[in-house]
């Protein structure tokens, strides 16, 4: 039996970044009933959108739900649920940067939609790019804001009407999967969370406070976003790192004590187990030896400002307060989750968790490591996402350029020296997997070091070519997803760095982890079957889900 529920809409990858090579559902706009299609993965299309069905409980089976299946069938799939009806239903939303998603967990199960939001087409040309909630610190003289489910379409009268769009969705979303017909059942309709990434990040502290205050405490449809605070804002990177790895140790493939490694549009992430006080002091003295160098006031966003920073430490006064964004040391009595992921990752056999974080700025401050969408921006400087450049030339820019950064080098060279002990790690966002980056014959141990064999080859005389899944990847951006596999591990056995065969690629979903967290003290519940397929996707927001809610929602049926 599958025990989790997804609805996954038609033009989403299931995390804010990008799915690149990975080929989506084969779905289409439909008439406005519920309909059953057949497709890659059953689907369903509710209303002008479609979804697909990532895991279906009984009474109706996967290999069931076809082209054939009447409606009641379908819908029966998403009424299975746990009697008891307590108020345990969690919402939460995933601010990211090109839109909101929204989920909803429920008896088991849980559902998914997004909101995309971006200006018009001629405010884009002007410049004005910013999607998602940070689309929101445009004024209407430079925006005009346009959102939508299947991708941005209805036009915004003001940004006050962003947050009823969204709670209208969420909504939605909630009574579509789980069959109930008001919110009487959802724990945290007062407070709803709702969280941003490395898309906010690259705004301004105080556009990040214009944007929050027209969202944090604001109320509609039945339900209330969080005030400001720990359920609504933007989070450091190194918090979204832990919710990531609290993910992937509730929902990943990899049920040993491993570690956890991501890419998303703006930022990268690192979560590392560690087991011995010798592992914990070598992370502490990285830490020291990126603090040395690090000066945050040379951190600078695309607008020139310094970067925000979003840690509540702020230690070491203005050049170095924002280390704890970027990375910090978490020891093991800090780790909130519930018995039974406590006992999948043994946390009793570790010491804490070294979190690392990098947030792509172009190289400002050195910073060029981050997500893939910054290593774009940071190629367009050199021609190199069009044929300006070579292709030889720009993979050697880039990685003189990560030899430089700060964050980057220094990581590399703890990591290499085999600073840490497990020998299981996993990639966990589709951005970080080789093989979804849509390059032929990429698969296996070794796809990392393919994928570099085969961007030689596609690249070598097109530098600007486009692939993968809906013609987003580049040359540059899959490069990087090769570097940051083949810049830690070895292909085969070497001294200097841990081997290939120790990597999992299992995508997992951050809101789980964050959801994890709150099931500290709660009765222990059912292991999860490893059913998830190769490329399973939650993104952080199934940790987020963990840490604030644990066992409250997403509730695993009894054996």
């Not at 976003?225 to 450091?236: E, F, N, Q, V």
């Not at 966003?301 to 924002?322: L, V």
């Not at 880039?398 to 990591?415: G, N, P, T």
């Not at 990392?448 to 040359?475: I, M, P, Q, V």
Request: charged share 20%.
């Amino acid at each position: 039996m599958v025990d989790s529920l997804h609805l996954e809409s038609e033009t989403e990858a299931d995390s804010d970044e990008p799915m690149l090579g990975l080929e989506s559902c084969r779905l289409r706009r439909t008439l406005p009933i519920y309909r059953i299609i057949a497709a890659s993965v059953p689907c369903i299309a509710l209303g002008t959108a479609t979804f697909c069905l990532r895991g279906i409980e009984s009474p109706v089976a996967i290999g069931s739900v076809g082209a054939n299946a009447r409606p009641a069938e379908a819908i029966a799939a998403f009424q299975h649920a746990d009697e008891a009806h307590s108020a345990a239903d969690i919402l939460l939303v995933d601010a990211g940067s090109t839109g909101s998603k929204v989920f909803a967990f429920f008896d088991g199960r849980n559902a998914s939609a997004k909101l995309y939001t971006a200006c018009d087409e001629p405010h884009k040309d002007a410049g004005h790019t910013n999607k998602g909630v940070a689309a929101l610190e445009y004024r209407k003289e430079d925006c005009d804001w346009l959102v939508g489910a299947l991708g941005p379409a209805k036009p915004l009268e003001s940004r006050s009407e962003y947050v009823k769009e969204l709670l209208t969705l969420l909504v939605d979303t909630y009574k579509t999967g789980s069959g109930k017909t008001d919110l009487q059942y959802v724990q945290n309709k007062a407070a709803v969370p709702i969280l941003a990434t490395g898309g906010m990040r690259l705004l301004s502290q105080e556009a990040n406070q214009d944007v929050w205050g027209l969202l944090c405490g604001k109320t509609h449809a039945g339900l209330t976003i969080a005030p400001a605070g720990d359920l609504c804002g933007t989070i450091p990177g190194t918090k979204e790192a832990y919710y990531e790895y609290l993910a992937n140790a509730a929902l990943g493939k990899n049920r040993v004590l491993g570690g956890t490694f991501t890419i998303g549009g703006s930022s990268a992430q690192i979560a590392l187990p560690l087991v011995s006080e010798q592992e914990v002091t070598a992370f502490r003295n990285l830490k020291e030896a990126i603090v040395k160098e690090v000066d945050c006031t040379e951190l600078r966003i695309p607008s020139g400002e310094q970067a925000p920073i979003f840690n509540t430490n702020r230690k070491g006064g203005p050049k170095k307060e924002c280390i704890d964004d970027f990375i910090v040391y978490m020891p093991e009595e800090e780790i909130n989750a519930s018995t039974r992921v406590k006992a999948d990752i043994r946390t009793s056999g570790m010491h804490g968790i070294g979190l690392i974080s990098f947030l792509g700025l172009q190289g400002k401050g050195s910073f060029v490591a981050g997500g893939v969408d910054g290593i774009y921006n940071w190629a367009n400087q050199f021609g190199c996402n069009n044929n300006a450049q070579n292709y030889s030339s720009c993979r050697g820019l880039l990685s003189k350029a990560l030899d430089e950064d700060i964050m980057f080098k220094h990581v590399k060279r703890y990591f290499t020296k085999q600073s840490v002990s497990i020998t299981s790690f996993s990639y966990s966002t589709y951005a970080a997997i080789p093989e979804a980056s849509g390059i032929a014959d990429v698969a296996g141990d070794d796809e990392a070091w393919d994928l570099l064999k085969g961007l030689d080859e596609k690249c070598k005389n097109h530098e600007g070519a486009r692939f993968g899944y809906e013609h987003s990847n580049t040359c540059m951006k899959a490069l990087w997803t090769a570097l940051y596999v083949t810049s830690f591990f070895a292909v085969e056995a070497d001294n200097m760095k841990h081997n290939a065969s120790d990597i999992m690629y299992s995508p997992n979903d951050w809101a789980v982890g964050l959801h994890e967290l709150s099931k500290a003290g709660g009765p222990p519940s059912r292991r999860l079957p490893e059913m998830q397929p190769r490329h399973k996707n939650y993104a952080y927001a199934d940790g987020a889900r963990l840490h604030f809610y644990g066992d409250m929602a997403g509730r695993e049926s009894p054996m």
